[in-house]
């Protein structure tokens, strides 16, 4: 097994920076690819013991090409998930004004969090796209550009200072990352959780996606994403991925999965990993009747009765 | 373990007469009871093996003397069902004439079977209510009335003659019997059985009802019981007695029954037993995604995918 | 039409009690009558303007006589219901003392009201039992037995008197009663009242009942009585008797009647009425979404849409 | 009321050609703009009647920046949708042989489609990205490029020749164009409509979603189209686009949407109009229950209810 990570790059990006918060990528060398495709066929392919990749934004929602990546093709699975705030700094040459700044630019999907402080610092600055935050800084460097926006930390790379940090307009900006291996056994559950699965319904008809999001409910498991995704079989046809709460060696969430897996055309399923969000509040305890042990009370007493022993 | 079974008496009722339809009876002591309750006593105390009582008819419904004794006190198992066509005989001393009958009796429950045929051919004659159908033999055999209306296996038994047979209003007159004994293991399925259960709410709220039901719904499961029972809790305190089609030792049936353990107050457990009314037409299979067969091998998936390997 | 109350009779029962507890009966004639069958034809029949009966009590349940009688024959309706605590009085001769008592009698559904008190004031007393506790009050009088328990009303009635007052083995025993009469706009709603209906399913799969029940639920209606009657169509063919929280002028209400009217093959409104049960704590505000502001809002809203005005 | 319409431009692209197949389009002036935002703004500020954008690709899903602008901002309203398959042509300058052709050019999301295609016929040609397919048709024609795949209506109007019509790597690829004014009353129904709404649920809970899904299934209307947005309150918070068979003046389709109004924190009406995709055989009738018909007798049975009339 290779002990690297591949990522989305280029160096200098958020997803750099939000590989690097995992401890064991200390200890992995970490390898920039041009695409989501390319990083997870890297694992796919051998080349890459894991990929690290943007999986859902609080702007765009899910990132179609990571999904559309894990939902076809040989099977892959997510180990971990990274939630990272995304501010920007103003990175320009050293000694630069702000004055002096005519030209600004940035991967295209930064515009949202930096529209109004642009609109009110740099109202006259003529705004060009770049193929990454990372690519905008290092055209700076080169002097095709007076300055970037992107992540503090690619200043250092590009040789470049910040000017202005902590630049977001919209509060709550987040992207949230993922750790994507082949196959594995999940590591074991931290008491929150989360199971990413992709469904495809059997056929169509009123009620069916009801009675597909029933089979967690009944077993009190709230979802945190639904996401379709059309599955090319033309306009209307749509697998879903979701991610909801729970771990698959929790019984509930095994006993759903069951469930979905009878009662869908196809499931995949992506992985149990923890929650990137799991604070002392944040994370309910089971619903009543939905916890292992109830679960293994109630399997219990059904085995009794089977044996005549009640 | 004493070779009897108790029965609801007296003798000559159709109580014995359905409990003879079962092969097993042959090789048993048959002792009538004069109660519901002294002949499940007679069970629960080690009397007797088993007992066999009346529990649902077609006119009365769920016969809820039954239902309570087997709602409350020490568990016990329903073993087998019987279904029995109710149709009556007229029953004389040998020699009397129809137009010499002036008094009729039999138990009340046989008036909706008769009152029309008592209307066109007697209706002039006096009813009188008795005990059971087999008490009103008994006292045309004693002269005390001139006619009784009973099952035509009581004539030989208190020397009278039917002088009509096969009198029923209304078709489909039907008693169900259950031969109910001590909790045991079930008896292995045979592909047209059915179980019985209890259930206590855990509390009451929009949509209680209709969650426990779910489960069963969840599963593809049909009912085919619903009778409510007051738990001596006060006015609108209810359990619900339920039979559903399927076996415990069916994968889909034991989910269900685990989901009911885990989310209401309590469940008791009544049997699986094969269904009386089981011919070719009348089982349906597992819905899709139902059968043993789908439940295990979602079963293996989920396995595969703790294991990760899939 | 005729100011006359027919009820289930005879004098002195704890139906008359419960009848004169309602304002109204003061101007009445209250005429009792021999069965619930017989009040109920005084009232189709034109004879009597309303019959009151007993409906359900916390041993029995849903009493079936009436609720058989209400589902089927011509339409009628609930205008009123009471609710009686069951207590028993041990009516005697005057001058009798306890010890002297040697047979005692009442209607055979008092004894689980009065078991245990017998066993310790009277274990040695003989049962016998009446066709009503007013039946067993009159036999008393006339000397055949030695003490009848009845209400403590009936005592002044059958010249008796009361040697003791207040025996009931079970808390919470009450009786719940309605007042019948022909279809009539039903009484303005209180904010707390009940709605009954009698449902027949239009046919049988894994779900059916499940879905009906889920016509109140989607609407946030609290189900207080559900029993089932067979509708005499054989063996395992049931309608279902309910009674719901709220009035049929509520939205609601009206929306998950018309819900059922739609899925149902048939369904009997039998009445909304104020609950016998309503004080301050117990009735329960609609729940979120389900207030008939909320309804109206939602229907006003509808409308705009439809008319391209949002 | 300016009789223009907006559409998302270049001249030359499938938009344009989607939208000339509405007869009203021959009436009114077409005008292309350079975004969908801009498109949609100009009918927001009255500068034009309507706009004509994509709206779902059976390889994108749901365009999110059409559906972003549709849920937020001044309310908009779909009128009319259209479906066109997705074929190209292969287009260069009169004369040009398929061995001259080094370089290709096609909007990016036009790849997918002529990937194989390329792979066998043209296995070294270079690939560019351009901002539309029209666009790289103008390239072509401008010398910068040799081919360019767009739709074959392109040749004429930039002067290039189709050198291979057709081209199409998966079978269904369609895109729908939907035609979207300000808020007026929706087109009368056809027997064949759909009907679009946001959906902002009220809280999250296990079910919550499943009872927004429910508000359809109960009435029997099937969903077409389900896609989640991001509110933009976070990582998680999402919004819910949804297509729904039916017009808002079927009462089954009015009663969802007074459920959803009831329940959902807000519900964002986009517009009944006619499915595109309606042939004969594809429009189902409505489920048993839940016709016009069956509702309107449901109701006037409710009324009779309410007025004592049964």
Redesign the interface.
Known sequence: MPASYAYLGPEGTFTEAALRTLPEAATRELIPYVSVQSALDAVRGGEAEAAFVPI???????I?TTLDELVAGA?L?IYREV?LSITFALLVRPGTKLSEIKTVSAHPAAQPQVRNWLKKHLPDAHWESAASNADAARLVQEGQYDAAFAGEFAAALYGLEALETGIHD???????FVLVGR????AAPTGADKTSVVLWQ?D????G??DL??????R???????????T???????C?CIDAEGH??DRRV??A???L???CLE?R?LGSYPRA?ATEGEVRPP????SDD??M???D??AR??????
């Open positions: 859902e934004n609080s702007v765009e929602g899910g179609t099977p699975m939630l919209a509060e709550n900006a987040q992207t949230r196959p594995a056994r999940p059997r169509d008809h009123p009620g996606l009801r999001l029933g089979e967690f409910a009944t009190g498991i709230n979802l945190m994403l639904l996401q379709s995704r059309p090319g079989a033309g306009i209307g046809n749509y879903f698959i060696s095994a006993e999965l069951m469930g897996k009878r009662i499931v399923f969000d619903l009543r009747g939905t109830e679960f009370a109630a399997s007493w059904v009765c089977q044996d005549g022993r009640f």
